[in-house]
């Protein structure tokens, strides 16, 4: 059952309905995972591409990594690894390394 609105002529939803002030900021899980790349030319053993994630649950089944052709990713090595990472956002990901 959901609330209706006789005025409007349509049901009102959960998020009008909590429109009194009871919103609170929340902490969801977040974490940076290590994908270890197949050598290959390009790029020799032990280079990882860092993909951040908010459903880490996901994780196990994960079978491939999706990139975009509209963000550049840089080649950084930190000490002694090689990561794939998008490019604005390579300082933030080592920040104090």
Do not use: C, H
């Not at 005025?7 to 929340?26: C, G, R, W």
């Amino acid at each position: 059952m959901s609330l209706y609105s006789w005025k409007l002529s349509t049901p009102i939803s959960n998020f009008e309905v909590a429109m009194d002030d009871t919103y609170q900021e929340v902490n969801d899980p977040a974490i940076t995972v290590k994908f270890e790349l197949e050598p290959n030319e390009k790029f020799p053993a032990q280079t990882k591409v860092l993909a951040w994630t908010t459903t880490p649950w996901t994780i196990p089944a994960n079978m491939a990594l999706a990139v975009r052709n509209d963000i550049d990713y840089i080649l950084v090595e930190n000490n002694s690894e090689q990561f794939i990472v998008a490019k604005n956002r390579a300082e933030s990901v080592f920040k104090g390394k």
